[in-house]
């Protein structure tokens, strides 16, 4: 027989195993649930604001951004600079345009361009540019302002060249020379954008594919990363005021492949309906694609277009778009006057107004 001490102590034991247990098992479901929620929020990684030179992927031209930014496939006026550069090779003649939009945060953004043909392919140069209002200088010891100012732009020149190699098919570059400023502090950098478009045998869709923004890297610099420190603040007597240089980051430019299709549902002398779809697969962001249409009244006096962009984009910032265009032909001038509307999530819708006149 067991002593009843013996007995008591076992029992106790007993317990002291099972609350043990318990704990380690309600341990367990803890960390589990820990390491959940840490896979679920931490351990998410994303490609947005990993760029420089973000300017790069605003779009141009009031007609592309009326249809959804849906137009690699179907463009063909000095804007195909930005969407597909093949596009130039298109053009009936020479043409100017002119593009302007108010962007978000009273940001000033303008685009114009001149394309020529001539007997060995088509000549273009386009200029993108984006300019902040000046704002008062903030630091971490006068939040209120110091009473300096200062701004930041934007801007990129593009050298293109497109030609058609067939009836059907057609081909085009560009160098683009990139620069951003902020104050006294610059990064620039050099791009390359490549395209091709093709009309295929089936009822004359259209095929187009782009790559754009592809070059070097960005890396800022300037008088605003000279600064002073003291090496060793915990030392008496040292040199207070060394000269320093901040070292900055290199980020790549927002490169992007897109390939669209775009074909007319019906045409006649007097109407014409085209729809068109892009996908696209940039690297700061995940895939989406954009969707839009244009329909041609009184042989495409007047347009009336709609579309909607970045579908199947998590968090998307862009959604519908509207828009509206008129021709005149003016000899030996041809004028073309095209708006756009397009929604924002969470800042104020922009407004596009483009002027296009070819001679």
Same mark, same amino acid.
């Given at each position: 027989?067991?002593? %009843? ?8 034991? &007993? ?16 960390? %589990? ?43 063909? @006026? ?27 945060? %009273? ?10 043909? +001539? +007997? ?31 701004? &930041? ?20 570059? +560009? ?27 089936? +009822?004359?869709?259209?095929?187009? &594919? ?31 005021? $060394? ?8 980020? @790549? ?27 696209? $697969?940039? $690297? ?29 984009? %998590? ?24 708006? &756009? ?19």
């Amino acid at each position: 027989m067991m002593p %009843d001490k013996t007995r008591n102590n076992m029992r106790i034991r &007993a317990r002291v195993f099972s609350l043990v247990a318990a704990a380690l098992a309600l341990g367990l479901l803890g960390v %589990d649930d820990a390491v959940a929620q840490f896979d679920a929020s931490t351990r998410e990684v994303t490609k947005r604001g990993t760029t420089a030179a973000d300017f790069l992927s605003i779009p141009v031209g009031a007609r592309a951004t009326g249809m959804g930014h849906a137009i690699s496939a179907s463009i063909a @006026d000095p804007t195909a600079i930005y969407w597909n550069v093949a596009g130039l090779a298109e053009l009936p003649g020479g043409t100017f345009t002119a593009d302007y939009a108010q962007w978000l945060a %009273d940001i000033d953004f303008a685009f114009v361009a001149v394309a020529v043909p +001539s +007997s060995f392919g088509t000549i273009g140069i386009g200029i993108t540019s984006m300019s902040v209002p000046e704002m008062e200088v903030t630091t971490e010891l006068e939040q209120e302002g110091t009473g300096e100012l200062f701004d &930041a732009s934007s801007m990129a020149i593009a050298f293109s060249y497109a030609r058609a190699l067939t009836d059907r098919f057609s081909i085009g570059g +560009s160098v683009k020379v990139v620069n951003e400023r902020i104050w006294n502090s610059t990064a620039s950098g050099v791009a390359f954008d490549v395209g091709t478009m093709f009309t295929t045998p089936f +009822s004359g869709i259209r095929l187009g &594919a782009s790559i754009s923004n592809f070059g070097s890297k960005l890396k800022i610099g300037g008088d605003e990363l000279l600064v002073v420190v003291d090496i060793d603040p915990n030392a008496e007597g040292n040199n207070e005021s $060394n000269r320093a240089l901040l070292k900055t980051d290199e980020f @790549d430019m927002p490169l992007s492949m897109r390939i669209g299709l775009a074909g007319e549902v019906f045409q006649t002398e007097q109407y014409r309906l085209t729809v068109a779809v892009d996908a696209l $697969n940039p $690297n700061n962001s995940e895939q989406y694609v954009n969707v839009g249409a244009e329909l041609g009244f009184l042989g495409d006096l007047i347009m009336v277009r709609g579309g909607y962009s970045e579908l199947f984009l %998590d968090d998307n910032v862009r959604s519908l778009t509207l828009g509206a265009g008129l021709r005149y032909r003016f000899a030996p001038l041809n004028f073309a006057f095209d708006y &756009a509307y397009e929604k924002q999530e969470f800042f104020t819708d922009v407004n596009r107004f483009t002027l296009s006149v070819q001679f």
